[in-house]
Protein backbone atom coordinates (compact mmCIF):
# COMPACT_ATOMS: atom_id res chain seq x y z
CA UNK A 1 0.00 0.00 0.00
CA UNK A 2 2.92 2.17 1.10
CA UNK A 3 4.54 2.02 -2.41
CA UNK A 4 1.31 2.57 -4.11
CA UNK A 5 0.81 5.38 -2.61
CA UNK A 6 4.67 6.51 -3.34
CA UNK A 7 4.18 5.86 -6.40
CA UNK A 8 0.93 7.84 -7.25
CA UNK A 9 2.44 10.65 -5.99
CA UNK A 10 5.72 11.00 -7.75
CA UNK A 11 3.45 10.30 -10.72
CA UNK A 12 1.26 13.36 -10.19
CA UNK A 13 4.13 15.26 -8.73
CA UNK A 14 6.02 13.99 -12.39
CA UNK A 15 2.67 15.22 -14.65
CA UNK A 16 2.79 18.75 -12.45
CA UNK A 17 6.64 19.53 -13.49
CA UNK A 18 5.99 18.35 -17.27
CA UNK A 19 3.07 20.73 -16.67
CA UNK A 20 4.94 23.81 -15.74
CA UNK A 21 7.63 23.12 -18.09
CA UNK A 22 5.92 23.19 -20.99
CA UNK A 23 6.09 26.48 -24.18
CA UNK A 24 3.67 26.15 -26.35
CA UNK A 25 4.42 27.13 -30.10
CA UNK A 26 3.26 30.13 -31.82
CA UNK A 27 0.09 28.57 -34.09
CA UNK A 28 1.31 28.55 -38.12
CA UNK A 29 -1.07 31.47 -39.01
CA UNK A 30 -0.30 34.40 -36.60
CA UNK A 31 2.89 36.50 -37.66
CA UNK A 32 3.84 39.29 -35.59
CA UNK A 33 5.47 40.94 -38.69
CA UNK A 34 2.34 41.92 -40.24
CA UNK A 35 0.88 44.29 -41.02
CA UNK A 36 4.15 46.53 -42.26
CA UNK A 37 4.30 49.10 -44.28
CA UNK A 38 5.92 48.36 -47.75
CA UNK A 39 6.09 51.79 -49.31
CA UNK A 40 5.26 55.47 -48.96
CA UNK A 41 5.21 58.58 -50.51
CA UNK A 42 4.40 62.73 -49.90
CA UNK A 43 4.33 64.80 -52.63
CA UNK A 44 3.64 68.63 -51.46
CA UNK A 45 2.64 71.35 -53.53
CA UNK A 46 2.03 69.41 -56.40
CA UNK A 47 0.02 71.65 -59.46
CA UNK A 48 -0.41 68.97 -62.21
CA UNK A 49 -0.75 65.44 -62.69
CA UNK A 50 1.69 62.68 -61.74
CA UNK A 51 2.39 60.32 -64.09
CA UNK A 52 3.19 56.26 -63.62
CA UNK A 53 5.10 56.17 -60.20
CA UNK A 54 6.18 52.42 -58.92
CA UNK A 55 5.41 52.34 -55.37
CA UNK A 56 6.08 48.84 -54.78
CA UNK A 57 7.24 45.73 -56.70
CA UNK A 58 6.29 42.83 -54.52
CA UNK A 59 9.11 39.83 -54.37
CA UNK A 60 6.47 37.51 -52.66
CA UNK A 61 2.78 36.20 -52.60
CA UNK A 62 1.33 39.25 -50.43
CA UNK A 63 -2.57 40.71 -49.44
CA UNK A 64 -1.97 44.34 -49.48
CA UNK A 65 -3.49 47.53 -48.36
CA UNK A 66 -3.39 50.85 -49.93
CA UNK A 67 -4.69 54.48 -48.24
CA UNK A 68 -4.17 58.39 -48.37
CA UNK A 69 -5.08 61.62 -48.15
CA UNK A 70 -5.40 64.00 -50.57
CA UNK A 71 -4.81 67.99 -49.12
CA UNK A 72 -5.80 70.55 -51.65
CA UNK A 73 -4.03 73.65 -50.10
CA UNK A 74 -5.51 76.42 -53.39
CA UNK A 75 -8.77 75.11 -55.27
CA UNK A 76 -8.39 72.56 -58.25
CA UNK A 77 -11.00 73.81 -61.08
CA UNK A 78 -11.92 69.79 -62.23
CA UNK A 79 -10.88 68.29 -58.95
CA UNK A 80 -8.73 65.21 -59.14
CA UNK A 81 -8.27 61.63 -59.34
CA UNK A 82 -6.25 59.17 -57.55
CA UNK A 83 -5.53 55.66 -59.39
CA UNK A 84 -3.51 52.84 -57.96
CA UNK A 85 -3.28 49.79 -60.32
CA UNK A 86 -1.99 46.40 -59.39
CA UNK A 87 -1.98 43.08 -60.91
CA UNK A 88 -4.06 39.97 -59.71
CA UNK A 89 -4.97 36.76 -61.40
CA UNK A 90 -7.65 38.51 -63.35
CA UNK A 91 -5.09 41.12 -64.72
CA UNK A 92 -4.90 44.29 -64.56
CA UNK A 93 -7.04 46.22 -61.88
CA UNK A 94 -7.48 49.77 -60.87
CA UNK A 95 -8.56 51.39 -58.05
CA UNK A 96 -9.96 55.03 -58.10
CA UNK A 97 -10.74 57.80 -56.03
CA UNK A 98 -11.92 61.34 -56.57
CA UNK A 99 -11.50 64.38 -54.66
CA UNK A 100 -13.31 67.97 -55.19
CA UNK A 101 -11.76 70.71 -56.08
CA UNK A 102 -12.72 72.63 -53.12
CA UNK A 103 -9.45 73.39 -50.47
CA UNK A 104 -9.62 70.43 -47.67
CA UNK A 105 -8.59 67.18 -46.78
CA UNK A 106 -9.98 63.95 -49.17
CA UNK A 107 -9.24 60.71 -47.25
CA UNK A 108 -9.28 57.43 -49.80
CA UNK A 109 -9.22 53.62 -48.94
CA UNK A 110 -8.36 51.58 -47.28
CA UNK A 111 -8.35 49.39 -50.32
CA UNK A 112 -7.49 45.80 -50.13
CA UNK A 113 -5.90 43.52 -52.75
CA UNK A 114 -3.74 41.28 -53.66
CA UNK A 115 -0.90 41.61 -56.34
CA UNK A 116 1.30 39.08 -58.27
CA UNK A 117 5.09 38.63 -57.68
CA UNK A 118 6.91 41.21 -59.89
CA UNK A 119 4.19 42.81 -60.79
CA UNK A 120 4.54 47.24 -59.85
CA UNK A 121 1.53 48.72 -58.11
CA UNK A 122 1.74 52.22 -59.23
CA UNK A 123 0.45 55.52 -58.82
CA UNK A 124 -0.98 58.05 -60.62
CA UNK A 125 -2.48 61.48 -60.21
CA UNK A 126 -4.93 63.22 -63.11
CA UNK A 127 -5.48 66.85 -61.63
CA UNK A 128 -7.25 69.70 -63.36
CA UNK A 129 -4.75 72.91 -64.31
CA UNK A 130 -4.77 74.92 -61.48
CA UNK A 131 -4.51 75.14 -58.10
CA UNK A 132 -2.55 73.20 -55.57
CA UNK A 133 -2.88 69.92 -53.48
CA UNK A 134 -0.71 67.49 -50.75
CA UNK A 135 -0.64 64.11 -51.54
CA UNK A 136 0.40 60.66 -48.77
CA UNK A 137 -0.27 57.39 -49.50
CA UNK A 138 1.03 54.21 -47.90
CA UNK A 139 0.96 51.22 -48.93
CA UNK A 140 0.79 47.66 -45.94
CA UNK A 141 1.39 44.12 -46.75
CA UNK A 142 -1.85 42.87 -44.63
CA UNK A 143 -0.56 39.08 -45.54
Not at 14 to 33: K, S, V
Not at 96 to 115: H, I, K
Request: one cysteine or more; charged letters at 15%; proline letters at 5%.
Amino acid sequence: MRRTAIGGLAVTLFAAILGFCQTTATRQTENPGFPRVVANISRWSKTGPIGATTLFTPKHFGVYRVSGVVVVTSQIDNGLVVLVDFRDGGGLQQLDFTAGGNTGDYSFGPFVFRDLIGAPIQLFVNSGPTGKYNLFVVIEQIM
